[in-house]
């Protein structure tokens, strides 16, 4: 196959699998807005007590919340890490001249909102959520596009998705670098010199053996657990070490991606959703009211990640650094930067990482549960004023 074919080949692969990639998202928004909405109701009803019993439940002196928290949601860091492979291999991010613009943006989206919380938590016990403005759930975001259909350009819609895709990466560094406990040295030695002999050892199939690939990503996970880094990073890593192949139709990054895709969105990140948002509205937690960390997390979503996103795209634009999408306004860029301010599943993780008090992390939770259902409804009704229905 020709050089030119194998580009073809790729751009239709790549396109094939956007549109695919984000009609699934609507669903796995709603679905996600349908566990999130059960799990509050069920914590602030009569059967409350019943309610928290299951997501507190410990068996073994294990909790049900680390597991879910801790291990499935590694499976998740695994699918979004691939992905970003996949995007930077064929995708939106694979040409340096489309990937400068939602690369640009969502460094604003994560540098802004960061500033902004610093103003208000510089000097307060809270201070250690500053990372929790940074991120965008890329479901809702992608699903809030596509309930309006065709009003949207392809391009914008390409836009957001390629700039949640770079934002999940930023926020993948920074639990990595800023959100893990003291390290123990020698377990983190030992996992340093045992990746690239698992790369190798991964290399060295035409075909990936899955019970290999399961017993490797096993055994990163025990070393980042005793080395006291954040056992989620075992996903990020093995999806690095994850052989691809140029055969797009028998790549192993494919392949696992398209085998994770259905239960980590469909069923791991709605079990995240109902164990991370049975938060009991009550007096105490009205009375321990941390007003600079609901300011910080709030506005740094739904003002500072617009604004964020939108002056480092223009300036990437002024330097001739990147290009705006086909046809389209700064403006307009604006409107859908609004929907990088649904912080959600990536928000409500760095929150759980960020604090250790409990009325703190429950207090961040509704400050990013309000502002991203803001943000929701903002970028939705904007987008709905401004951009008719196309009718081609």
């Known amino acids: 196959m020709s050089p030119k074919e194998l580009t073809i080949q790729k751009l239709n692969k790549s396109k094939d699998y956007f549109l695919e990639f984000t009609r699934s998202q609507q669903f796995i928004g709603l679905l996600l807005l349908f566990c999130t909405t059960l799990s509050l109701l069920m914590a602030n009803s009569c059967v409350k007590d019943f309610w928290l019993n299951i997501i507190h439940y410990h068996f073994y002196n294990v909790s049900v919340q680390w597991i879910v928290n801790d291990v499935l949601m590694a499976f998740f860091f695994l699918l979004v890490t691939l992905e970003i492979r996949r995007e930077l291999a064929i995708g939106e991010l694979s040409n340096r001249k489309t990937a400068s613009l939602p690369i640009a943006g969502a460094i604003g989206g994560m540098v802004v909102p960061a500033i902004i919380y610093l103003y208000f938590n510089s000097n307060d016990i809270s201070l250690k959520g500053w990372a929790i403005p940074i991120a965008t759930d890329i479901a809702f975001a992608v699903g809030i596009l596509n309930l309006l259909g065709n009003r949207i350009p392809l391009a914008l819609k390409i836009f957001v998705t390629a700039l949640a895709v770079v934002d999940d990466l930023g926020a993948v560094a920074v639990i990595a670098v800023f959100y893990s406990s003291k390290i123990v040295w020698v377990y983190f030695l030992l996992l340093i010199l045992f990746v690239p002999v698992a790369k190798y050892i991964l290399k060295r199939f035409k075909t990936l053996f899955y019970p290999i690939y399961i017993i490797i990503g096993i055994l990163i996970f025990w070393l980042l657990y005793h080395a006291h880094l954040h056992t989620t990073l075992a996903g990020v890593i093995l999806a690095a070490i994850t052989p691809y192949s140029k055969d797009l139709n028998s790549s192993n990054l494919n392949n696992i991606e398209h085998l994770l895709f259905k239960p980590v969105n469909y069923l791991i990140v709605p079990i995240f959703a109902i164990f991370n948002t049975a938060i009991v509205v009550d007096t105490e937690i009205i009375n321990a009211f941390n007003l600079n960390l609901f300011l910080g997390i709030f506005i740094g979503l739904v003002i500072g990640k617009p604004i964020g996103i939108t002056i480092f795209s223009y300036i990437a634009c002024k330097l001739k650094i990147a290009e705006l999408p086909t046809g389209s306004k700064i403006s307009e860029l604006f409107l859908v930067s ?25 207090q961040a939770k509704v400050a990013v549960l309000l502002a991203s259902f803001i943000a929701c409804l903002i970028g939705y009704v904007s987008l709905k004023m401004v951009f008719k229905p196309n009718s081609t």
Not at 342 to 360: C, D, P, Q, R
């Open 338 to 362: 609004i929907l990088g301010g649904i912080g959600f599943t990536m928000s409500i993780f760095i929150s759980l990482l960020a604090f250790n008090e409990t009325f703190l992390i429950e």
